[in-house]
């Protein structure tokens, strides 16, 4: 998911889970429809 982000707004955290940050966040949706469930936090 973090390939299909628009906004460069996904990141891996120290755990290895993919993180949002909200302030790049444009909240298209991209991730949500591509991502396994609850792989991002």
């Not at 390939?3 to 993180?19: H, L, R």
């Not at 909240?27 to 936090?41: E, F, L, M, Q, V």
């Amino acid at each position: 998911c973090i390939q299909i982000c628009p906004a460069d707004a996904i990141e891996f955290n120290s755990e290895g889970k993919a993180v949002i940050d909200q302030t790049k966040c444009t909240s298209c949706g991209k991730c949500i429809t591509i991502c396994p469930k609850d792989a991002i936090h």
